[in-house]
């Protein structure tokens, strides 16, 4: 009888932690946002620049899967921080639907600005089916830049001492530039590559490179850039059992989990974990917004 009743018992314990643990992976890691602070060494950092704060936030995911509450109640908690600077990096929205463009453009209303400037760089999701719809990434660009987010499309852009780049995705047809894609469709709207954009950038000033899916940092591509890259598309892998990685990954280089990788001299990668989720569940990687503070290297 003791012998039934203790396995009864135990069989009981076991089914409630496992209950527990789902509503906890459900219901409150995907919206306990963590605030993570961190330097952000720069080479060549004008005297005006030190101390100025850098926030980031990545891979919103506006869509049906992510509570557009929670993402307005995350970013006016971080407005509430007064940065200098804001970084998007990609992954507005999850499908490049209407509805989620306007779903996006109540978000980013929540959105702060940096007291010097607001900058974006575009995700794999950002361009609708297949990562490929060059009209919705242009849709998902205009609703930011009306939301006042410069998004940079292999783009550079210099406010207040501070040098910018924003990358195409990675697997989108804007990142190679594609001279190939434009013979294919001549009437596309594709901007320069982004090989031509990290050789525009000017050696002597601190730099930020806005790309969303750190798997770019091992193409050929970032001979003599110096600083920092800033980065998401991991969301940390959104479940990881304590001391081990992450079972899923999308990425090809599995050391690009979460969280700052010397990438080459003089350059830092710093990958975001996310605020948003492409499914409902989180566990032992919280999201995350950035706030960075600059800092001479
Ligand atoms: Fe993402």
């Not at 292999?154 to 406010?159: A, K, Y």
């Amino acid at each position: 009888m003791t012998r039934v009743l203790s396995r009864r018992a135990f069989l009981w314990t076991g089914a409630a932690a496992v209950a527990g643990v789902g509503l906890y992976t459900w219901g409150v890691e995907p919206h306990w946002v963590e605030l993570v602070r961190r330097p952000m060494p720069l080479e060549e950092l004008p005297p005006a620049l030190e101390g100025r704060t850098l926030l980031q936030v990545s891979d919103m995911h506006v869509g049906p899967r992510v509570d557009a509450g929670y993402l307005a109640s995350a970013l006016r908690d971080a407005a509430a921080l007064d940065p200098d600077f804001v970084v998007v990096t990609g992954d507005f929205v999850s499908a490049g639907t209407a509805d989620e463009h306007r779903d996006l453009a109540a978000v980013l209303g929540h959105l702060p600005h940096g007291r010097l400037g607001t900058v974006a760089s575009l995700g794999n999701h950002d361009y609708g089916r297949a990562w490929s719809q060059l009209d919705v990434a242009a849709q998902v660009a205009s609703v930011a830049r009306d939301a006042g987010v410069d998004v940079l499309r292999n783009e550079t852009r210099l406010i207040g001492g501070l040098q910018f780049a924003g990358l195409a995705d990675l697997w989108s047809p804007e990142f190679a530039g594609l001279s190939a894609m434009r013979a294919l469709v001549p009437t596309a709207d594709l901007q320069p590559d982004v090989a031509a954009t990290l050789a525009r950038l000017d050696r002597r000033r601190p730099t930020v490179v806005l790309c969303h899916n750190p798997d770019a940092l091992d193409l050929p591509l970032w001979d003599g850039v110096r600083g920092w890259v800033l980065a998401g598309h991991t969301h940390g892998g959104q479940c990881k059992p304590p001391f081990l990685p992450p079972p899923i990954l999308p990425v090809r280089n599995k050391r690009y989990t979460a969280g700052a990788f010397d990438v080459g001299p003089g350059r830092t990668l710093y990958v975001n974990r996310g605020l948003g989720h492409l499914l409902r569940a989180r566990f032992n990687v919280r999201p995350e917004i950035t706030l960075f503070t600059l800092d001479s290297a």
